[in-house]
């Protein structure tokens, strides 16, 4: 017999599921709304500060194949999550595939790992919008309190108020219905590609070739201590990653992961979609490929404006049209961070809540969460409490705090979603998959590989707090969801079979 932490839930019983009145959301997303919702979560802070931190310290001019390399890796979780999505359109991204696949307990470890990472990035977002915004009031001759703004370099203990206001905000919106998040979202990712296409576009004409020369910087070790220095790449390999040079990139690579994190967000609102079937592939994928082709086109343009050796690390992109004597584009790029950021504060608030919300229908939280709003027919309750928590946490905790590296969850989702692609090709090929992943079993394999190693880049310390996370995702696990899942209580209430 299977063991209960492994038990499969039957991709037939969750879509059943979604289609019980008190638990059913309300289906209005197409794939234009699904696109840009994955354009206006991916396009945010990475864009804005990243490039200037890899170009200065990792790769040069080269950050464009850094972008390309992340891109890469992106896509071919994109691939799979689009089989997934299409296949199981319910609620729960990456913790509803594993269900289908791996089993209960491997289910329960990737939603609880999304659930924190979501929660953390919502929280860091929401204090970098408060930032751009006091900012933005400073240069208008205000200035906040300080015991109501920021207090990043700050003595003064206080509340971040804009930042809590801006989660509560969000909040009541995604409550209000998806209908209504999406055209929020469209507007805002209006004004956002607009700045990124006026910095590709206008920054074109400043570009001096000197500045690609060289391309690729000749390799260079890094020093000792710095926090690119992998203590796990040193014990496994024997080296670190190295600045510059080929091995730059791949460093870089990981860096700028970064900026790509929040397409698989998309899959969370699968089962609110219209068509699933056919949108979801469309609006992972197609998202995916426009933000690729928006960061290379940026990196170009910015390491072609001014010497990757002289480009700011804060703000590269407008103190790159600073130092062309252009100063009146670095408010504009200001401007449009600060908008651009609250799409991606929602839409990752909006990824959290949906998987916490397939987790409590599931058994696995406590199931008053289930519950969708009569009228908005949307999962108001783990909405409003997960707001509220984000909120204060984003207001009480600075930046310093906050800005724990999420992609590492991220990365392991990524895994994990393309083992359960192989998984459930073998065990489910009668399931009608209206998009299926190319090149299986080779093409996830190559996406598990490819995502592993970004996440060999990454800091000791950020495996440390990754494992303490999912050991007290254990505890919990086996204290609560395991006799409360639903699947433990329908086999708990289902008639004995005959004595033989």
């Known amino acids: 017999m299977t063991s209960p932490l492994f038990r499969t839930k039957k991709v037939e019983q969750s879509i059943r599921d979604t289609e019980e ?6 289906k209005s997303l197409s794939a234009l709304d699904l696109t840009v919702f994955g354009v206006g979560v991916i396009i945010g802070t990475g864009i804005f500060v990243l490039t200037g931190t890899v170009a200065k310290d990792n790769a040069g001019p080269a950050t464009a194949l850094a972008f390309v390399v992340a891109g890469v890796v992106c896509a071919l979780a ?18 509803t595939f594993s269900y289908a696949s791996l089993g209960e307990l491997p289910a329960w470890i990737i939603g609880w790992d999304l659930v924190l990472e979501f929660a953390l990035g919502t929280a860091v977002v929401a204090v970098g919008w408060s930032g751009y915004i ?64 006026v910095v590709i576009i206008a920054g074109a004409f400043f570009i001096t070739a000197d500045n690609y020369d060289p391309f690729i910087p000749e390799s260079q070790p890094v020093p000792a201590g710095e926090s690119l220095d992998s203590p796990l790449i040193q014990l496994m390999f024997g080296w670190a990653p190295a600045n510059f040079g080929v091995m730059g990139i791949f460093t870089a690579a990981s860096v700028v992961f970064f900026a790509f994190i ?11 979609t219209r068509n699933p079937q056919r949108d979801m592939p469309r609006g992972i994928l197609g998202s995916l490929f426009i933000c690729t082709v928006l960061y290379v086109l940026v990196s170009l343009v910015v390491t072609g404006m001014q010497h990757y050796s002289e480009l700011s690390v804060d703000a590269p992109l407008a103190d790159a049209f600073k130092a062309t004597g ?33 987790m409590s229908r599931d058994g696995l939280l406590p199931t008053f969460f289930s519950r969708v709003h009569p009228r908005f027919r949307t999962p108001h309750r783990p909405t409003i409490l997960l707001g509220v928590v984000i909120a204060v946490l984003a207001g009480f905790t600075p930046l310093n705090e906050l800005a724990a ?14 083992i359960s692609v192989i998984i459930l090709r073998r065990t489910r090929p009668d399931l009608h998959r209206a998009f299926r992943t190319p090149w299986v079993p080779v093409l996830p394999i190559v996406s598990v590989c490819a995502s592993l190693w970004l996440m060999l880049n990454l800091p000791a310390e950020t495996w440390v707090r ?35």
């Open 134 to 197: 006091q900012s933005l009031m400073e240069n208008a001759g205000w200035e906040m309190p300080a015991a109501l703004g920021s207090r990043e370099g700050s003595d003064v203990f206080g509340f971040d108020i804009l930042a809590a206001v801006l989660v509560l905000v969000l909040t009541g919106i995604l409550v209000l219905g998806m209908k209504l998040s999406a055209r929020v979202t469209s507007v805002v990712v209006a004004i956002k590609v607009t700045v990124v296409l």
């Open 21 to 26: 009145p008190e638990h059913a959301l309300k």
């Open 262 to 272: 929040g397409f698989d967000i998309v899959a969370t609102a699968a089962e609110e």
């Open 326 to 358: 252009h100063p009146w584009f670095a408010g504009f790029i200001s401007f449009g961070a600060a908008v651009g950021l609250t799409t991606v504060c929602m839409i990752l608030l909006l990824g959290q809540t949906r998987v916490f919300f397939a």
């Open 405 to 418: 590296l999420v992609n590492i969850g991220t990365l392991f989702a990524f895994v994990i979603v393309a």
């Open 78 to 95: 994109a691939l799979c999550y689009a089989e997934f999505a299409s296949t199981v359109p319910v609620a729960g991204s990456a913790y």
């Open 466 to 500: 990754f494992g303490i996370w999912m050991a007290i995702g254990i505890v919990v696990y086996f204290l609560y969801s395991r006799t409360h899942s639903r699947m433990a209580r329908e086999k708990d209430t289902s008639p004995a079979p005959p004595a033989s």
